[in-house]
C-alpha cells in the first residue's frame, strides 16, 4: 500500500480559504468513505478535524470541512486563522489497513 | 474522558527490541474500540504501524509486520508494542491511539507520543 497523495505545502492569508487534497486509488479513497484528516503540530498528538470524508467532531471550527470526488478526498479551511498553521494528514481505512497521506504544511501569510 | 499514555525506554540499541505501553483511563481496554500504534520519523510523515481489538487477532501495516508484535493485558487496561530487529529507520516519535466508537474508523484520540531513538 502507497501512501496517499498530498500536496507538500499549501499556503495563504488570514481570511482566504485553502484546499489540501489527498489522493489515492479506488481501491481506498475511491472505494470506502472513511477517509479522515488530522492537525498535527510534530512532537505534539494529531488532533482529529475531519472523519467519514466530511464529519466534524464537536469542538472542532466549522471552518474546517470536508469531501471526496473519485479518488480524491479534500479538506477546506475557509476564514484561515494563524492559529490554523500545522502540518494536516489525511488517512484512509480499507481491509484492516491504514494509509496516511504524505502531509501538507499549511503556511498562514 | 478517554486519555492515553505511552511509556518505555527512548533509547533502544540497533539490532535490539523496541518495546512500548499505552496505557489507557476513562475507559476500558475491552470496549468495542481499536488500539492503534502510528510512528512519525523525524522530518517524515505518519505511519501507522498495526491495530488491536480486545478479540480476534492484530493487523499490521505489511511493511512492518515481520517485525512487529502487539499485545494487550486487560488486567492493567494498556496495550503493547514490541518492533525486533531495530535500525536507525525505527527512529520515530511513537503514538498510541484509538479508534472505533463516535467517529469510527477515525483516531479519535491519541497519547501525547514518546520519542524512541535507536543508536548504540
Known amino acids: 500500500q502507497s501512501a496517499l497523495t498530498q500536496p507538500a505545502s499549501v499556503s495563504g492569508s488570514p481570511g482566504q480559504s485553502i484546499t489540501i487534497s489527498c489522493t489515492g486509488t479506488s481501491n481506498d479513497v475511491g472505494g470506502y468513505n472513511y477517509v479522515s484528516w488530522y492537525q498535527h503540530h510534530p512532537g505534539k498528538a494529531p488532533k482529529l478535524m475531519i472523519y467519514?470524508?466530511?464529519n466534524r467532531p464537536s469542538g472542532v471550527s466549522n471552518r474546517f470541512s470536508g469531501s471526496k470526488s473519485g479518488n480524491t478526498a479534500s479538506l477546506t479551511i475557509s476564514g484561515l486563522q494563524t492559529e490554523d498553521e500545522a502540518d494536516y494528514y489525511c488517512?484512509?481505512?480499507?481491509?484492516?489497513?491504514?494509509?496516511f497521506g504524505t502531509g501538507t504544511k499549511v503556511t498562514v501569510l | 474522558q478517554v486519555q492515553l499514555q505511552e511509556s518505555g525506554p527512548g533509547l533502544v540499541k540497533p539490532s535490539g527490541t523496541l518495546s512500548l505501553t499505552c496505557a489507557v483511563s476513562g475507559g476500558s481496554i475491552s470496549s468495542t474500540n481499536w488500539w492503534s500504534w502510528v510512528r512519525q520519523p523525524p522530518g517524515k510523515g505518519l505511519e501507522w504501524i498495526g491495530e488491536?481489538?480486545?478479540?480476534?487477532?492484530?493487523n499490521y501495516n505489511p511493511s512492518l509486520k515481520s517485525r512487529v508484535t502487539m499485545s494487550m493485558d486487560k488486567s492493567k487496561n494498556h496495550f503493547s508494542l514490541k518492533v525486533t530487529s531495530v535500525t536507525a529507520a525505527d527512529t520515530a516519535f511513537y503514538y498510541c491511539?484509538?479508534?472505533?466508537?463516535?467517529?469510527?474508523?477515525?483516531?479519535?484520540?491519541w497519547g501525547q507520543g514518546i520519542l524512541v531513538t535507536v543508536s548504540s
Open positions: 467519514d470524508v466530511s
Open positions: 491511539a484509538r479508534a472505533g466508537g463516535y467517529y469510527g474508523s477515525a483516531f479519535g484520540y
Open positions: 488491536i481489538f480486545h478479540r480476534g487477532s492484530p
Open positions: 488517512t484512509s481505512y480499507t481491509n484492516d489497513y491504514y494509509v
